[in-house]
């Protein structure tokens, strides 16, 4: 009997995902189906992806996880996951744009986190099935003392994921199945098989988004526009992660490259006036600092306006000869 095997949030928890799969003796046969939110949180979401792209008879649902990629939307665990991904972030976004929002057969419906009753899947807002902020907004106006599946009443039975549930799978009449069982935090990966209706489980091998949010604090850091923040922004982000544990030391670093770059405005004063009194005025409107120095000759140089970010400083230091240290590694 040819099965569909439908798995729950799986957020980048491969090595669970590899036993589930056989723990269910998932087929080349069946139907491989997830809810969505491939990515995310967990340790390994490019050898997820490769698992459902590569293997035929699959079917990813649109998560809201995946739907911050394809939309540009980044919190932290969208800016781990590019790291992770690395060369390949962009292709995979791209194939994430083609992930369908809801998957129906015979047997069941599946959508990444809700339904709105009587309507069918191919008429919901994208927003309401993948779980969206301004989804989960609208879920809550139109039933704030309940939940969705409080109100399905439809016979084919619906299998989402999106909230965790707790250790255990929420299922209710034989008609609703909620799968997302917190593997990423270090609880279970859940699946359920169609039609025999069968759950399948394996636990977590650790509470991975914990160890996420503390192994890429530093390498997220620097992805960060050091060079283009001004003073005042650059101030407030080393003083807003100063505490993290893995990034202290670096962030120290910054601030001294941040402190030794503003110290050298006087020297850049300096020199900026020293060579407006001395090329030419041919010499001087070709410079490349030309407006610089126009300012200095005519004793009107503000530096701290005309310089308000790194980069700013250390072009103008090169081009007066007056190199300055780049970014700390």
């Not at 046969?29 to 035929?56: K, N």
């Not at 106006?141 to 969705?148: K, N, R, T, V």
């Not at 250390?314 to 081009?319: E, F, H, K, V, Y």
């Amino acid at each position: 009997m040819l099965r569909t095997v439908i798995v729950g949030d799986i957020h980048g928890c491969f090595d669970e995902l590899l036993e589930l799969l056989e723990k269910a003796d998932l087929h080349p046969d069946d139907l491989l189906v997830s809810v969505g939110d491939l990515v995310d949180r967990g340790p390994a979401p490019g050898e997820v992806v490769g698992l459902f792209r590569e293997r035929p008879n699959s079917v990813v649902v649109m998560g809201n996880h995946e739907r911050k990629h394809v939309r540009g939307i980044f919190s932290y665990a969208q800016e781990i996951t590019r790291l992770q991904l690395g060369d390949r972030y962009a292709e995979t976004v791209e194939w994430m744009r083609t992930l369908p929002y809801h998957f129906e057969n015979e047997h069941v419906r599946v959508v990444h986190a809700a339904l709105l009753p009587e309507i069918a899947p191919a008429d919901q807002k994208e927003e309401i099935l993948c779980g969206s902020t301004s989804g989960e907004r609208e879920l809550a106006a139109l039933f704030p003392d309940s939940h969705w599946h409080d109100h399905y009443t439809d016979a084919k039975p619906v299998v989402f994921g999106h909230h965790v549930t707790g250790h255990e799978p929420m299922i209710r009449d034989g008609r609703i199945f909620g799968l997302d069982t917190g593997a990423c935090h270090g609880w279970n990966l859940t699946a359920l098989s169609v039609p025999d209706f069968t759950i399948h489980q394996v636990r977590a091998h650790a509470d991975h988004w914990s160890i996420a949010k503390r192994r890429w604090q530093l390498p997220v850091l620097k992805t960060k526009p050091w060079y283009d923040l001004t003073w005042p922004e650059l101030t407030r982000m080393i003083e807003r992660f100063s505490s993290a544990p893995e990034a202290g030391r670096w962030l120290e670093a910054v601030a001294g490259w941040a402190a030794e770059l503003r110290s050298s405005m006087p020297a850049l004063a300096a020199a900026a006036h020293r060579a407006a009194a001395e090329l030419a005025p041919d010499e001087l409107r070709r410079h490349p600092a030309a407006s610089y120095l126009f300012q200095a000759r005519e004793g009107r140089l503000d530096l701290v306006k005309r310089c308000p970010t790194p980069r700013r400083t250390i072009d103008l230091a090169a081009t007066l000869g007056l190199p300055l240290p780049e970014l700390p590694d």
